[in-house]
Structures are given as structure tokens and as C-alpha cells.
């Protein structure tokens, strides 16, 4: 059972992560704010270095909490190169 500071965090992870996906239309895939002690973790997949900056200038507009880790993963999946090879 998920206590009330636990659903608060989830609550505020999922306005971040819908902020984000707004501001880039979809230039990033499988998304996720982590909420960690006082700050958060920004998980996910873009092609470019470009779409992941974005990712971070919109994290850090849409709140004063500090990004403490990065982990947005840069490069194309092999599904996308293959598609892009036809």
C-alpha cells in the first residue's frame, strides 16, 4: 500500500514527465522521473544530444528540485537504424 508521501512523489513525477513529453513531442522515449531525497533521476531514450537538452531545460523550468542523475541514453535503437536502412 503506497503511503500519502509516496503518492505525493508520484503525483509529481507524472506532472514532470507529461511536462517534458509536451515540451519535446515525443523526441524521447521511455521517459521517467525518479524521485530521489530531494531531487530526481531523468531516465529515457532520445536520438540526439539536441532532444536531450531539451529534456533537461525542460526538467529544470518546470521545477527548483535538482537534477541529481542524467540517464537519458543517446543513439538510435536497432529497430530505428533498420528502419531507416530500407
Known amino acids: 500500500m503506497m503511503t500519502h508521501a509516496q503518492d505525493i512523489n508520484s503525483e509529481e ?3 514532470l514527465e507529461i511536462h517534458i513529453q509536451a ?9 521517467r522521473v525518479v524521485r530521489r531525497g530531494n ?12 532532444a536531450k537538452q531539451l529534456v533537461l531545460q525542460a526538467a529544470m523550468q518546470a521545477t527548483a528540485l535538482p537534477i541529481l542523475a542524467d540517464e537519458i541514453e543517446v543513439g538510435y535503437t536497432e529497430e530505428e537504424r533498420q528502419m531507416g536502412c530500407d
Open 13 to 15: 513525477e507524472t506532472r
Open 23 to 31: 515540451r519535446l513531442s515525443g523526441r524521447v522515449r521511455g521517459l
Open 39 to 50: 531531487g530526481f533521476v531523468l531516465q529515457g531514450h532520445t536520438p540526439t544530444y539536441y
